[in-house]
């Protein structure tokens, strides 16, 4: 029973981490309609960039939050290559946001080469349920349901935010009433880059971190929030915490290297799962 709580509580943090990936994720589709597969670069710059500001002696919190802010430039200037152009279609912004992912590879190998890096979090460990948790998972966890709070009410009591939930409800209506929607959208990849880098600086400590951890990232981030459909944040959470818990019990229970194959095989349901209802309810439309 010990090591199913271990369990469970390192699958809660590891789906916390995957739940603002896929946040970012989700906030950028549903104000721009575009699947940002470069989401997980934020995640990887943010880590690295963690990791150099650390080892040059920059204290605790100040490291963290530069890194941050770092990849939420990278989200605005991902934002500006893939929809800064009016009339892009949301293809060809997919396919920009593709290309960005391919850079940044080589951008990190120039800065940070290709060997993975790490970062000290917190250390020690707590005792729960008589298991064994590294306090990291538990600041994962607290950042991460703080981080929600916080973007619940930014959507619901800040003009921006409604702003943005406006662009994501119905566009048309909010040019109407003044709102520029392509401005909206440079913001959603702003925030997206923002999530994306606060998951890379709580997990780098956790793991070993290299320029192509992003495909682990993004799979992860994509099959959670396909979840809820890429439009529906809580959902994309709780299908975060379900993946994570998943993956980490396969790992504990079966092999790590299983991992990735969780992440795809429950995307694939849920969206096998979705299509079949959609088409029952165009059939009882018809």
Not at 23 to 52: E, K, M, P
Not at 263 to 279: D, N
Request: hydrophobic letters at 55%.
């Amino acid at each position: 029973m010990s090591a199913f709580i271990g369990y469970l509580l390192n699958g809660l943090a590891v789906g916390c981490a995957i739940a603002l990936i896929a946040s970012g994720l989700v906030t950028i589709y549903r104000v721009t309609g575009v699947v940002n597969f470069a989401q997980g670069t934020f995640a990887v710059v943010a880590g690295l960039c963690t990791s150099s500001l650390l080892g040059l002696g920059v204290p605790h919190g100040v490291s963290e939050v530069a890194a941050v802010l770092v990849a939420a430039l990278a989200g605005l200037l991902t934002g500006l290559a893939a929809t800064g152009k009016r009339d892009t279609t949301p293809l060809s912004s997919l396919i920009i946001t593709l290309g960005v992912g391919v850079l940044a590879y080589a951008v990190e190998i120039v800065l940070w080469g290709d060997q993975p890096r790490s970062a000290p979090g917190l250390a020690g460990s707590v005792t729960i349920a008589g298991a064994r948790v590294q306090t990291q998972h538990l600041l994962v966890i607290s950042v991460t349901a703080a981080t929600f709070v916080l973007l619940v009410l930014f959507f619901g009591r800040t003009y921006l935010g409604k702003a943005l939930t406006a662009c994501a409800s119905n566009p048309y209506a909010a040019r109407v009433i003044g709102i520029d929607t392509r401005l909206m959208g440079l913001l959603a990849f702003a925030l997206g880059g923002l999530l994306g880098g606060i998951a890379g600086v709580l997990v780098t400590p956790l793991r070993p971190i290299s320029f192509d951890t992003d495909v682990t990232l993004i799979v992860n981030g994509f099959a959670a929030a396909v979840f809820g459909g890429l439009t529906r944040p809580a959902v994309a959470l709780g299908g975060a915490l379900l993946l994570g818990v998943a993956e980490t019990m396969a790992a504990g229970y079966g092999y790590g290297s299983h991992q990735l194959e969780v992440a795809l095989g429950l995307m694939l349901v849920v969206m096998v799962v979705q299509a079949s209802r959609r088409s029952t309810i165009h059939q009882e439309a018809v």
